[in-house]
C-alpha cells in the first residue's frame, strides 16, 4: 500500500494512535506540530547493530531489575505532544510505576529518561540530532547518538552541545544507569 501526505497535513496525538491502531503493520512518528513521518525499514547491518544495542541494554536490565528497557518499535509520548520511537530507551522506576497505574495498553506515557539513537546509511545525521534535542528538551536525562560511519558517539546531557567521542571501544551510562557500559566494539 503506498501512502502520500500531503505537506500541510497534521494529526492529533488522538488521531495519530487512530491511524497506528489502524495499520499495524507501518511504522510511523508524530513530531510536535503534529506532522507524520513514516518509518521505513533499515538496512540489515542497521538492524543487527540496533539488535546488539538493545541487547546489551536489556542484559543490565536484566541483572538490575531497574526501571524498563524498550527497543525501537515502542512510541513514547513526549510532553510536547510528539509521539517518537527512539532505537532503544530506558525508563526509570517512578517512570514505569506511573505508567503502569493508568492500566492501558498506550503509547508509554513520558519521555524515556535515556535514549539511544543508531544512525542507518539513510538517516541524515541533523535530523537525528534534532530528536535528540528534542528528548533532553522533554525530561530525558541522557542521550547517545551512534554514527557508525564515523565511529562516533555523541553524548547528550543537554539540548545542546553534545560530547563528541571519537572511535570509544565502550561508553558508560552511570551514574544515571548504574554500572551499564555499551560495548561499542560489538557495533562498530
Given amino acids: 500500500m503506498m501512502v502520500t501526505i500531503p505537506r500541510d497535513f497534521h494529526l492529533s496525538p488522538h488521531q495519530f494512535e487512530q491511524l497506528c491502531r489502524a495499520n499495524p503493520d507501518r511504522r510511523f512518528e508524530l513530531d510536535a506540530d503534529g506532522k507524520l513521518i513514516e518509518m521505513r525499514p533499515t538496512y540489515w547491518q542497521s538492524g543487527d547493530r540496533n539488535a546488539e544495542l538493545t541487547y546489551q541494554l536489556r542484559a543490565w536490565y536484566r541483572q538490575t531489575r531497574q526501571g524498563r528497557v524498550f527497543d525501537s518499535s515502542t512510541g513514547f509520548r513526549l510532553p510536547n505532544g510528539a509521539i ?35 544512525a542507518s546509511a539513510s538517516d541524515r545525521p541533523d535530523d537525528l540530532r534534532s530528536k535528540l534535542a528534542e528528548y533532553l528538551s522533554n525530561g530525558c536525562q541522557l542521550g547517545w547518538l551512534i ?19 571519537e572511535n570509544p571501544e565502550i561508553v558508560s551510562a552511570d551514574p544515571l544507569l548504574s554500572g551499564f557500559s555499551l560495548d561499542l566494539r560489538e557495533i562498530w
Fill in 147 to 165: 554514527l557508525p560511519t564515523f565511529r562516533q558517539v555523541e553524548v547528550w546531557r543537554s539540548p545542546q552541545d553534545p560530547e563528541c567521542l
Fill in 84 to 118: 517518537r520511537s527512539p532505537d532503544a530507551a530506558w525508563v526509570t522506576p517512578e517512570q514505569l510505576a506511573r505508567a503502569e497505574a493508568r492500566g492501558l495498553d498506550e503509547f508509554f506515557p513520558d519521555c524515556p529518561a535515556f535514549v539511544i539513537e543508531l
